[in-house]
């Protein structure tokens, strides 16, 4: 997928914009041709110096850039040449729904396996062990607790579950 193709794709877009938020987006979006400095970005994107480096280091964090230092023989500063590399993107997106399917996988085993009570006034869940050592009373404001339901939050761990698996074209494990 070229470059200009990956930019424009809404998923990128937000994925980008996750990383580096609004302040960094005008860098992640606009990657030049081959090497640039971050004075030169800044200048070109009238952007403050440290939120251009901030974006270069966290899409270097992320294996989206990477640089190399030159050093001036006369006054021995380092400079920085930074090169985008979104060919990355794709590989960093699955990763990021493999953990995502692994998170909720876990939380629905979590919601499925536990039992919860709720203080109605200060929407406050408790686990059945904390709700018992209170009594069954909210700490906070003394109300009776009522056992809670959470058939529906797991079925819709298990419809976006499905819907990852789909995605990921993995089996179901649970």
């Known amino acids: 997928m070229a470059f200009e193709d990956l ?22 979006a ?4 081959g090497e640039v400095t ?16 901030r974006s270069l280091f ?25 090169t985008f590399e979104y060919d990355n993107i794709p590989e960093n997106l699955e990763a ?6 692994e998170a909720l996988s876990d939380r629905r ?13 200060c929407s406050i869940r408790f686990e059945f062990g904390e709700a ?9 404001c003394g109300t009776p607790m009522d056992a809670m339901d959470n058939d529906r939050l797991v079925s819709s761990m298990d419809e976006r579950i499905a819907a990852l698996e789909d995605e990921l074209n993995v089996g179901a494990e649970a």
Request: include cysteine.
């Open 38 to 53: 971050d004075e030169e970005l800044a200048e070109e994107l009238d952007l403050e110096l440290n939120d251009v480096r």
């Open 96 to 101: 990021e729904l493999h953990r995502l399917y």
């Open 109 to 121: 085993e979590y919601e499925r396996t536990h039992e919860f009570y709720l203080c109605e006034i």
């Open 7 to 28: 930019l424009e794709d809404p998923v990128i877009q937000k994925y980008l914009h996750e990383l580096v938020g609004p302040k960094g987006m005008p860098v992640a």
């Open 132 to 140: 018992m050592d209170f009594g069954f009373e909210c700490p906070e």
């Open 58 to 82: 966290i899409l270097y964090e992320n294996d989206l850039a990477s640089y190399r230092r030159l050093r001036d023989e006369d006054s021995g500063w380092l400079t920085y040449l930074w």
């Open 30 to 33: 606009a990657p030049p041709e």
